[in-house]
């Protein structure tokens, strides 16, 4: 019993424990309503994959694990409306039995949709947008309890997608989907790295997604992975860039088994289990790990690339695998992606938080030229001062999140710190 307490105040990596006072599980509407309107301070809770202190609060914290987990589909809108705290992998799956799909998921399917929306998570494809770009529409319960429905085209709804929490607690999301696609994954294996540089564009536009692994020390990338609809028309290369066809599947990891990831070897199956790396069956790892990702504009991805293998001999000891991938470009205030294509740049590191938070300010700096955005959810040490010349609309969302939260029941360090710039 005394285990599972501990395991309730944990994040997914253990890495980080909440110091809310209270935690609550509202089953209905009502009652999540009940719970934001009594507290002094509150937060919601997805499915605890953010690796600092974005979802802590010193007060209450919402958990969305049971709260009202229907999905409804409008066949005639196109469009899905979910429970925040509905995981991707499932919302997934029911899409599919019902022929229908959301245009891209995160590595994850075990990701909650409230969560990954909040934070501006993403997949991968030079054509695709973040997971908070299928978003129109959003019920959200405020300070006072009281529900606030918005939809795409409203005044304030591009600020509010992307909310870090700090707007109220999400309820429901409705996502636009569209017809149900297959897609096939091939993998390739030691890229070389001059070969991709030379048309960062053209070599990540190769399939739908296209995501590259590497430790950053060597000269070649490890891994290429491309997921091709097979609805598209692209022809999938006998090689890549240089690279050659995996003859086996392969987990992002070097060395760990490919079990626990989505099928490979370019066979092909529905989007739901093929644009995630990982199968929502397993979990992916024991959470042993930390995660930091820095996204800058898509033009500068062949100078962001140089700086991280320039600081390879710093940056390898520490990691388990770098993930570089692409996305389109959006409107949503706090976006990552906000007027601009991107490119992430992830890395997945050996849980040694001390070395890597040590790191961070040289890989920080080396990108700060490049007007670098850090992943909400993910480690990283830039605050307000860092972080609001590379948001144009950084100052109109301090505002909207003033207006609808005066009290600051949904403030907490990490908004002091990263949005307000404030420890107030």
Not at 176 to 183: H, L, T
Not at 338 to 358: C, M, N, S
Not at 380 to 407: I, K, T
């Amino acid at each position: 019993m005394i285990e599972e307490q501990v395991r309730d105040r944990l994040n997914w990596a253990g890495n980080y424990e909440y110091r809310a006072r209270t935690m609550e599980h509202p089953t209905s509407l009502a009652e999540l309503q009940r719970a934001v309107a009594g507290a002094d301070r509150v937060r919601a809770l997805g499915s605890r994959h953010s690796f600092n202190d974005i979802a802590d609060t010193p007060g209450t914290l919402i958990a969305l694990d049971v709260l009202d987990p229907g999905v409804e589909i409008d066949a005639d809108a196109l469009t899905v409306t979910v429970a925040a705290g509905v995981r991707y992998g499932v919302l997934a799956e029911h899409l599919q039995r019902h022929g229908f799909a959301i245009h891209n998921l995160a590595s994850l399917p075990h990701i909650s949709v409230g969560g990954a929306i909040a934070t501006a998570t993403h997949g991968s494809g030079n054509a695709n947008g973040n997971l908070a770009t299928a978003v129109v529409g959003l019920e959200l319960v405020t300070a006072s309890g009281d529900v606030l429905t918005v939809a795409k085209g409203d005044a304030d709804f591009d600020g509010m997608v992307v909310g870090l929490g700090a707007l109220g607690v999400v309820h429901r999301v409705t996502l636009r989907i569209e017809p149900s696609f297959d897609v096939r994954q091939d993998v390739f294996t030691e890229v070389p790295w001059d070969a991709v540089l030379a048309d960062y564009d053209a070599a990540t536009s190769s399939a739908y997604s296209v995501s590259l692994f590497t430790d950053w020390s060597s000269d070649t990338i490890g891994q290429a992975w491309l997921k091709t609809r097979t609805d598209s028309g692209t022809p999938v290369p006998g090689t890549f860039y240089g690279g050659a066809p995996a003859d086996r599947a392969y987990h992002p990891v070097p060395g760990v088994a490919a079990d626990h990831c989505t099928q490979q070897l370019g066979v092909p199956g529905p989007w739901s289990d093929r644009l995630a790396h990982f199968r929502l069956a397993f979990t992916p790892s024991n959470g042993q790990e930390l995660q930091t990702e820095y996204l800058v504009g898509r033009e500068h991805a062949v100078e962001a690339i140089e700086a991280m293998r320039a600081l390879a001999p710093r940056i390898t000891p520490l990691l388990l695998v770098s993930e570089v991938r692409s996305m389109a470009a959006d409107e949503l205030w706090m976006s990552n992606n906000y007027q601009r294509d991107g490119i992430g740049l992830h890395f997945t590191w050996k849980p040694l938080q001390p070395e890597v938070e040590a790191l961070l300010p040289e890989i920080e700096a080396a990108l700060a030229p490049l007007s670098v955005r850090p992943h909400w959810g993910k480690l990283f040490l830039a605050g307000a001062d860092q972080l609001a010349p590379a948001y144009p609309r950084f100052d109109d969302f301090r505002r909207l999140a003033l207006r609808l939260d005066p009290s600051g029941k949904f403030r907490n360090d990490f908004l002091d710190r990263t949005v307000f710039g404030t420890s107030a």
